[in-house]
């Protein structure tokens, strides 16, 4: 079933998003094949955050093509799927209040930063925001449990 906004699957998403904190993320490699790997974002609203270097293949991958997809499949039974557009932060002081925000969430969904990467001015450590233009949300074998929001 398609939803007419993204505020009528919101609480759930964001639930089930923050519940299972890591998921799969898939881009595009340069020979067109889909490569995944395993990422921490922390949503808020239709946005979501995650400190990365922009060096190597998922920064190649994304300056070449933004679309992400997203798998939150820790509960095989009520899997939730975020399609995004991946955009870097450059702006400073942005990453600065990003990388607060991220340090002051509860583990396991939040973590400590500093331990992490020592400081936010690491060489190439910047923010990615991933901004959703497509959720879904799946229950297995329960069709009429599906809902889509797409912009």
Sequence with gaps: ???????????????????????????????????????????????????????????????????VSLAYVSDPLKPAYAECVASWVDDRAERIAVWERIAAIPEPLGYDTETMFGSYDVPNLTMLRLTAWKIRLTVAGDVSARRIWEE
């Design 1 to 67: 079933m398609r939803v007419a906004s993204f505020a009528e699957i919101e609480p759930e998403f964001i639930e089930r998003a923050h519940r299972m904190v890591w998921c799969d993320m898939a881009t595009v490699g340069l020979d067109g094949r889909p490569r995944t790997r395993v990422v921490h974002p922390f949503w808020e609203g239709d946005t979501a955050w995650m400190t990365s270097l922009r060096v190597g293949p998922k920064a190649e991958d994304i300056d070449r093509n933004p679309y």
